[in-house]
């Protein structure tokens, strides 16, 4: 029968650490869960309007608007 000790490694102290500040609360988890998806949905629009602005520079109305704005 293996013996348990007190000393475990880095990974398990930072594992035991993100299970009990994260994961031991029900409602501490889809906290986190939710905080974590919508802050993932900003960074993937951000993203990814940057580089359809980069694909398409010149293409787009805000590029070319001041040649067909009018001032009346």
């Not at 993100?18 to 949905?41: C, D, H, P, Q, W």
């Amino acid at each position: 029968m293996p013996v348990k000790s007190n000393n475990g490694t880095l990974a398990n102290k930072f594992a035991r650490a993100g299970y009990n500040t994260i994961v031991k609360r029900n409602s501490i988890f889809l906290t986190t869960i939710f905080v974590s998806a919508f802050a993932a949905e900003m960074v993937f629009d951000s993203v990814s309007d940057r580089i359809w602005d980069n694909i398409n520079k010149g293409r787009q109305w805000k590029d070319i608007s001041a040649k067909y704005a009018t001032d009346e």
